[in-house]
């Protein structure tokens, strides 16, 4: 068969014709891939997108690499330049204002404005809180940042010791550490080591060594759990209390602030990751106003200082940025034996007494029980009295003080000038069993140190009892059985290691001291904020004027309401509570006083 002819299309246009069809549909072919990449891209991010944008953020906590974290102390140097590039510290408004009054629990309000998910970005401290996750790191979720102040915030006060104190020459005190100089162990009280005339208010400097000694520090502030700063405030602030204007007393606060808040750790919390240290009571850092008359500075109440938290020997019961830790006592441990072997001591000695007293009266203070217990003690057979006023005394001797507590079942612990004092922790370092009158002289000053139950470890007596009601303090005392007394005084011993602060030039193995007790507490204060903050959990009924019912909570629980204790926390009614009130009197007397070792 003959196959039909071709049509008579010339071959060159057939081509061209063919070519240009197949164009035309490579151009729709790729014109509809486009139309569908277009039409899925958009359903996911504007559709799917906003339909999560108000889905709550979950934070899902990877471990870090542990080659990333450094091991115990490290070494690398934060570089200005790394500083500025780093994501931990580009984020400064992601942390909303708050009122004041919302100054405890969850504080700050996360500003979600950015794509959801991206957790790292809205919360610089994510890195940090996922160092816990790394169990092979033991420093994991426990790193201190420590900032370096220029010295004249710390260092150059030493240099200048004498101005210290106006009745006392400090420069003794602030050697060893801070510890002060070593005891002799004439009269066979004190164990042969460990034992230094340390001043009630050196806590500042005995906390700075201490924490040089940490074994969790580190140069890189975007894994620290907590960033210390390293103030003096209480060395500050006593230099200045007497003759000097407000300016004077205030200069060395401001000067700190402002250098803290132009630092870039700074702005990851707005301060609210910071703490520092200060070895007096809180009131000589509340002047409510600026009249030259009031006492102390400013420093708690500087809007930057309330985003901070400060550790005092006696904190504010109605204020949530001090919190209370031990005044100092003669003996830092240099290591677990030294306390081992301490309380083994403790436990075997005869105690003569049922109770005992070391202090002097306040006639010029009308509410002040401490007249009607030396009254008590003087006529007792069973009761002891050291009593303690100016000039020489056997109150100014640190073996006198512990010998007789040491031979006490029962220390009494009334109210001094304010309403703490640092024969609390002498006296339980002597294994005897402290009698308290008013619970702000420990049940809500030392929560962290001390068991929430106090009548584990302690005898309350209310002040009225023995003001109004004339309570004999002997019979309520023989009213404890000699089984529950010893049960108490094995508590009180108990709790020796984390009363004392430890020698800062060595460490212990095992225990924790004071310092380690006090660095625990504030990690997880910061921990749990954090966390609040990611999960997006406020406190909106926070009240600060009942901080001392917030310290008394068991875990889990958020709410307060009426307390046995109000009466004793009742501000007056002219709303001061601070520099104004009878406590910041007692500040000015507690200053004057100092001339008294045991007042």
Not at 20 to 37: E, G, P, Q, V
Not at 544 to 551: D, F, H, L, T, V
């Amino acid at each position: 068969m003959r196959r039909r002819p071709a049509s008579n299309v010339p071959s060159e246009q057939m081509e061209k014709g063919a070519g240009k069809h197949n164009n035309t549909r490579i151009c729709f072919l790729a014109s509809l891939s486009a139309m569908f990449w277009i039409l899925l891209l958009y359903f996911h991010f504007v559709v799917l997108g906003s339909s999560t944008v108000n889905e709550p953020v979950t934070l899902e906590l990877d471990p870090v690499n542990a080659d990333s974290i450094p091991y115990h102390v490290t070494d690398a140097h934060q570089s200005e330049s790394h500083l500025k590039t780093s994501p931990y510290h580009k984020i400064e408004n992601h942390w909303e204002s708050i009122p004041d009054h919302e100054t405890n629990g969850p504080q700050m309000k996360p500003s979600l404005t950015s794509t959801p998910g991206r957790v790292e970005e809205n919360y610089p401290f994510v890195r940090a809180l996922r160092t816990v996750e790394n169990k092979s790191d033991p420093c994991g979720g426990r790193y201190i940042y420590v900032h370096d102040l220029p010295s004249r915030f710390n260092e150059d006060m030493l240099k200048e010791c004498r101005s210290l104190s106006l009745w006392t020459n400090m420069c003794k005190f602030t050697t060893n550490s801070g510890l002060g100089p070593p005891l002799e162990n004439v009269e066979g009280v004190f164990s042969n080591t460990g034992w230094y005339a340390t001043n009630q208010f050196a806590v500042d400097v005995i906390f700075n060594n201490r924490m040089k000694q940490y074994e969790c520090l580190t140069r890189d502030s975007s894994i620290a759990a907590a960033v210390f700063v390293p103030f003096y405030a209480g060395f500050d602030i006593a230099r200045y209390l007497w003759g000097y204007n407000i300016s004077r007393r205030d200069a060395a606060s401001l000067d700190l602030v402002n250098w803290l808040m132009k630092r870039p750790e700074w702005g990851i919390m707005g301060g609210r990751d910071h703490f520092l240290v200060a070895g007096r009571i809180t009131w000589d850092f509340r002047r409510l106003t600026d009249e030259e008359s009031n006492w102390g500075n400013k420093l708690l109440f500087l809007p930057a200082a309330k985003n901070m938290s400060m550790l005092v020997v006696e904190s504010s019961p109605w204020n949530a940025n001090d919190f209370g830790i031990p005044y100092p006592t003669y003996f830092h441990p240099a290591k677990d034996a030294d306390v081992f072997i301490w309380q083994d001591r403790m436990r075997k000695l005869e105690r003569k007494w049922l109770f005992s007293f070391a202090g002097a009266p306040r006639p010029d203070n009308p509410k002040s029980i401490r007249g009607q217990i030396i009254d008590q003690c003087k006529k007792s057979k069973v009761g002891k009295l050291l009593e303690c006023d100016f000039g020489e005394s056997k109150c100014h001797s640190p073996s006198s003080i512990m010998q007789m507590f040491q031979s006490s079942l029962f220390c009494l612990q009334p109210q001094g000038d304010s309403y703490t004092r640092r024969s609390a922790f002498d006296s339980m370092l002597a294994g005897c069993i402290p009698v308290f009158f008013h619970p702000g002289s420990a049940y809500t000053q030392y929560t962290w140190h001390l068991p929430k139950n106090y009548t584990k470890y302690s005898v309350f007596i209310p002040e009225d009892d023995i003001r109004k009601r004339n309570v004999s303090i002997e019979e309520r005392l023989l009213q404890i059985s000699p089984e529950q007394v010893k049960i108490m005084r094995e508590e009180v011993i108990g709790l020796i290691p984390r009363l004392v602060y430890a020698d800062p030039r060595s460490k212990l193995e095992t225990l924790e001291d004071a310092f380690d007790v006090a660095v625990g507490a504030i990690i997880d204060k910061v921990t749990k904020l954090r966390r609040d903050t990611i999960e997006g959990r406020t406190d909106e009924n926070f009240i600060e004027e009942n901080s001392w019912k917030y310290a008394l909570l068991d875990e889990g629980q958020r709410e307060v309401g009426a307390h046995e204790w109000d009466p004793f926390f009742s501000k007056p009614k002219d709303g001061s509570g601070d520099s104004g009130d009878p406590s910041a009197e007692a500040a000015k007397n507690s200053w004057k006083n100092e001339r008294r070792d045991r007042s």
